[in-house]
C-alpha cells in the first residue's frame, strides 16, 4: 500500500462513474446511513474504501464511514499497513478475530467458500451492529456475481445471484455492493495505478475447487464470446430474480447519494 503522507491522484472518472450508477441504481445510500465496510487489504476493498470516501466527499447526501478487518486466523492480529491506509483516509478501522480457517480445516469442508464467506458476513454484520452501524459495504465486483451465478447454475441449477442490496433478516443490517457494475482487470488496474500494493489473499484453501473453475469458466467463455459478460449482466439485470438486480429495492424511492 502506498506510504502514509503521500499525494494521491484521484480515482479515475470511469471508476467514479461506474460506483456512482451501482450507488444510483439499487439506492445504495440513504442519508445519514452509518457505513461500517470490509476492509481486508486487497484490492477490491481498497478500491471499495477509496470509492466511498471520495463518495463522501461528492456527494451532497451525508453518510458516515467505518472500516473493519476480520482477522480470520484467530491471531489478533492487524496488517500495520492497513491500519496505516485507513488512517491516510480518514476512515476509522475496527478489528475483529475470529478462527475461520482453524475451523474450516478441522471441519475438512469439501467447499469451505461458501461456509467462509457466510462466517466473514456474520461477524462483519455483529461488528455494524455493536459499532452503531447500519450499512455493511462489501466490495464484491462484476466477476464475482457472474462466478456466482455461473457457481448456481451449473451446480445448483437455478439462476441466482447474491444482491447489489439486500437486508439482512436477523439483523436488519443492509447489505450493500457498490462495485457490482466493475470488472475485476478494472479494479485491479485502478488499484495499481493509484500505487497500492494490495495484500496477498490470506486464503489457505487457494483458489482451486468449484468458484475456481468458475472463473477459468468465465475466462474461457470470455475468449470465445467477447460479450459474454455484459450478456450476463443483463439476463441478471432483466430475470425476475428474488434478489433486486433488476428492480430497485424499495428503498429507491428515497432519496440517494450521489
Ligand atoms: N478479512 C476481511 N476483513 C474484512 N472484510 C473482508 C475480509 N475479507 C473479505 N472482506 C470483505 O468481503 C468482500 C468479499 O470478500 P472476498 O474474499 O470474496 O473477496 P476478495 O476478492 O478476496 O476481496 P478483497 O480483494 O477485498 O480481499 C471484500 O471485498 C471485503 O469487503
Same mark, same amino acid.
Given at each position: 500500500?502506498?506510504?502514509?503522507?503521500?499525494?494521491?491522484?484521484?480515482?479515475?472518472?470511469?471508476?467514479?462513474?461506474?460506483?456512482?450508477?451501482?450507488?444510483?441504481?439499487?439506492?445504495?445510500?440513504l442519508p445519514?446511513?452509518?457505513?461500517?465496510?470490509?476492509?481486508?487489504?486487497?484490492?477490491?476493498?481498497?478500491?471499495?474504501?477509496?470509492?466511498?470516501?471520495?463518495?463522501?466527499?461528492?456527494?451532497?447526501?451525508?453518510?458516515?464511514l467505518?472500516?473493519?478487518?476480520?482477522?480470520?486466523?484467530?491471531?489478533?492480529?492487524?496488517p500495520?499497513?492497513?491500519?496505516?491506509? #485507513?488512517?491516510?483516509?480518514?476512515?476509522p478501522?475496527?478489528? $475483529?478475530?475470529?478462527?475461520i480457517?482453524?475451523? &474450516? %480445516? *478441522?471441519? =475438512?469442508?469439501?467447499?469451505?467458500?461458501?461456509?467462509?464467506?457466510?462466517?466473514?458476513?456474520?461477524?462483519?454484520?455483529?461488528c455494524?451492529?455493536?459499532?452503531?452501524?447500519?450499512?455493511?459495504?462489501?466490495?464484491?465486483?462484476l466477476?464475482?456475481?457472474?462466478?456466482?451465478?455461473?457457481?448456481?447454475?451449473?451446480h445448483?441449477?437455478r439462476?441466482?445471484?447474491?444482491?447489489?442490496?439486500?437486508?439482512?433478516?436477523?439483523?436488519?443490517?443492509r447489505?450493500?455492493?457498490?462495485?457490482?457494475?466493475?470488472?475485476?482487470?478494472?479494479?485491479?488496474?485502478?488499484?495499481?495505478?493509484?500505487?497500492?500494493?494490495?495484500? #496477498?489473499?490470506?486464503?489457505p484453501?487457494?483458489m482451486e475447487? $468449484?468458484?475456481g473453475?468458475?472463473?477459468?469458466? &468465465? %475466462? *474461457?467463455l =470470455?475468449?470465445?464470446?467477447p460479450?459474454?459478460?455484459?450478456?450476463?449482466?443483463?439476463?441478471?439485470?432483466?430475470?425476475?430474480?428474488?434478489?433486486?438486480?433488476?428492480?430497485?429495492?424499495?428503498?429507491?424511492?428515497?432519496?440517494?447519494?450521489?
Amino acid at each position: 500500500m502506498s506510504k502514509p503522507g503521500q499525494e494521491r491522484p484521484p480515482l479515475a472518472r470511469s471508476i467514479r462513474r461506474a460506483i456512482g450508477q451501482a450507488v444510483e441504481s439499487f439506492s445504495l445510500i440513504l442519508p445519514h446511513d452509518r457505513i461500517l465496510l470490509g476492509l481486508s487489504g486487497g484490492k477490491d476493498s481498497i478500491l471499495l474504501a477509496l470509492g466511498l470516501r471520495e463518495l463522501q466527499r461528492r456527494s451532497p447526501v451525508p453518510f458516515h464511514l467505518q472500516a473493519c478487518f476480520v482477522d480470520s486466523h484467530g491471531e489478533d492480529s492487524v496488517p500495520p499497513s492497513l491500519q496505516d491506509f #485507513a488512517a491516510s483516509l480518514g476512515i476509522p478501522l475496527v478489528t $475483529r478475530s475470529y478462527p475461520i480457517f482453524p475451523i &474450516l %480445516k *478441522e471441519r =475438512e469442508e469439501a467447499h469451505p467458500c461458501s461456509l467462509c464467506a457466510h462466517l466473514r458476513r456474520g461477524i462483519l454484520a455483529s461488528c455494524a451492529q455493536e459499532t452503531g452501524n447500519n450499512v455493511l459495504a462489501l466490495g464484491h465486483h462484476l466477476d464475482d456475481a457472474l462466478e456466482t451465478t455461473l457457481l448456481n447454475l451449473c451446480h445448483a441449477g437455478r439462476f441466482r445471484c447474491f444482491s447489489p442490496h439486500m437486508t439482512m433478516s436477523r439483523s436488519g443490517i443492509r447489505v450493500i455492493r457498490p462495485l457490482v457494475f466493475l470488472e475485476e482487470s478494472a479494479v485491479a488496474a485502478e488499484v495499481a495505478r493509484l500505487g497500492y500494493i494490495p495484500s #496477498a489473499p490470506p486464503c489457505p484453501f487457494g483458489m482451486e475447487g $468449484r468458484r475456481g473453475a468458475m472463473k477459468h469458466l &468465465l %475466462k *474461457e467463455l =470470455e475468449t470465445s464470446i467477447p460479450e459474454i459478460k455484459g450478456n450476463l449482466l443483463h439476463a441478471l439485470q432483466t430475470h425476475p430474480l428474488p434478489d433486486g438486480w433488476g428492480t430497485p429495492s424499495g428503498a429507491s424511492r428515497r432519496r440517494s447519494a450521489p
